[in-house]
């Protein structure tokens, strides 16, 4: 049986997947973004404006399930990069300096390259 907090946090995993599942832009619905198996490095620019934030994250790579979580106000670019907004999360937390909301240069990136779901499964079906 379910504890209270591990209730509460089951409902707050599934209602951060409904809120990243609505991210993405309807021409993008075809690819995947959040799962295990998408993969995800962390890009900052390094120059004498990174903030320490930003900094903490430089050359990770993360997991689909792992960016919902980390990285709350995500903006999907394509379906091959995304915008962190790491800024714009610190901002709503109350925990921002110097820095606009919207000044995060940073991007994670695809690191291995995904298809449509439905052309690969064809793609091999016809191989």
Same mark, same amino acid.
């Given at each position: ?34 799962? #295990?198996?998408? &993969? ?15 900094? &903490? ?15 709350? #106000? ?36 695809? &690191? ?16």
């Amino acid at each position: 049986m379910l504890s209270a907090i591990e209730a509460i946090q089951a409902v707050q995993q599934v209602l951060s997947l409904e809120k990243a599942l609505k991210r993405i832009p309807d021409h993008l619905k075809q690819y995947t973004f959040f799962g #295990d198996l998408d &993969q995800w490095h962390y890009y900052s620019i390094g120059d004498d404006k990174l903030c320490e934030y930003c900094n &903490q994250h430089e050359a990770v790579t993360y997991s689909g399930s792992e960016i919902r979580g980390i990285f709350p #106000d995500l903006e999907i670019v394509d379906k091959n990069m995304i915008y962190p907004r790491v800024h714009m999360t610190l901002y709503k937390q109350g925990k921002f300096g110097a820095w606009s909301k919207d000044s995060c240069r940073c991007v994670l990136v695809r &690191q291995l390259s995904e298809e449509p779901l439905a052309r690969t499964l064809t793609d091999k079906r016809v191989r």
